[in-house]
């Protein structure tokens, strides 16, 4: 150590850091709960009921679940749209390349009716959010 640094082991006496040489106010013991909640013992002893939801909070929960729902029915009614053979064809009819030579919708053809059914999708789940 010739540029004046100090060495570790002249630090801590080269022994492990917890120095049974040292006095016992410089050393802990580790904390144990015996399996219960420690923070109990510091409330009094008194064990508090849990809080119930207000009503405010089942309500908006509720309303949760009616919109995803009415999500999963735009989405159906949307694939039911898109599979019709008539809003299909009008759909593809002025766009190139989305049928192939035997007449069966192209991959082309399939992506473009993915993203008009989320288009149906969007506009009908905000259509349902509206309602609620």
């Known amino acids: ?5 100090t060495d570790l082991s002249d630090l801590f006496g080269g022994g ?3 120095n049974p040489s040292l006095p016992q106010g410089t050393t ?14 510091l409330s009094g002893g008194q064990v508090q009921a849990p809080k119930t939801l207000q009503q405010h909070q089942t309500f908006s929960s509720v ?14 009614l949307a694939a039911m ?5 008539v809003p299909r064809n009008l759909f593809l009819q ?9 007449g069966v919708v192209s991959y082309m053809g399939a992506a473009v009716l993915g993203g008009i059914a989320l288009a149906i ?5 905000t259509l349902f959010g509206i309602l609620i």
């Open 94 to 102: 002025y766009i190139p390349n989305t049928y192939t030579s035997g």
């Open 81 to 85: 749209i898109i599979s019709l053979p």
């Open 121 to 125: 999708t969007y506009v009908l789940s």
């Open 1 to 5: 150590m010739s540029d004046g640094a």
């Open 28 to 41: 802990y013991a580790p904390i144990t709960t015996g399996g219960a909640d420690p923070f109990i013992a």
């Open 16 to 18: 492990p850091v917890q």
């Open 63 to 76: 309303k949760n679940i009616i919109r995803s729902t009415l999500t999963y029915v735009a989405f159906f």
